[in-house]
């Protein structure tokens, strides 16, 4: 994924936030600081800056009983040319359970092969 000018005035501990954001695909604030192993006031620091360069978004939520916050990637964040092969987008996005063995998988999978 390339880097974006927003993400080249992260700090470090900004980026690994946005990284494990991006990797858990979503976390809960009250856990984010602590998988950064940094203080939560430091953590809402970071939570803010990724915030206001819109590189996540957050959503209030309860967890474990508590009120929280639930933290996102933004969708414009997202790499969606991974789904892609040639002009064709994988047929195990939607709401239909695609067949591994059908022909439009197998066809997906030529066009990817096949790709400069």
Same mark, same amino acid.
């Given at each position: 994924?390339?880097?974006?000018?927003?993400?080249?005035?992260?700090?470090?501990?900004?980026? #690994?936030?946005?990284?494990?954001?991006?990797?858990?695909?979503?976390?809960?604030?009250?856990?984010?600081?602590?998988?950064?192993?940094?203080?939560? #006031?430091?953590?809402?620091?970071?939570? @803010?800056?990724?915030? @206001?360069?819109?590189?996540?978004? #957050?959503?209030?939520?309860?967890?474990?009983?508590?009120?929280?916050?639930?933290?996102?990637?933004?969708?414009?964040?997202?790499?969606?040319?991974?789904?892609?092969?040639?002009?064709?987008?994988?047929?195990?996005?939607? @709401?239909?359970?695609? @067949?591994?063995?059908?022909?439009?998988?197998?066809?997906?999978?030529?066009?990817?092969?096949?790709?400069?």
């Amino acid at each position: 994924m390339s880097v974006s000018s927003a993400e080249e005035e992260l700090s470090e501990d900004e980026y #690994r936030g946005l990284e494990l954001i991006r990797e858990t695909g979503g976390i809960h604030q009250s856990n984010f600081w602590k998988e950064l192993d940094v203080s939560s #006031r430091k953590g809402s620091r970071i939570v @803010d800056t990724l915030l @206001d360069l819109e590189l996540i978004e #957050r959503e209030a939520t309860v967890y474990s009983g508590h009120n929280t916050y639930y933290l996102s990637p933004t969708a414009k964040d997202l790499d969606f040319s991974l789904l892609m092969a040639g002009d064709m987008l994988s047929p195990f996005v939607g @709401d239909e359970e695609a @067949d591994p063995q059908s022909d439009l998988f197998s066809q997906w999978v030529m066009n990817l092969a096949y790709e400069d």
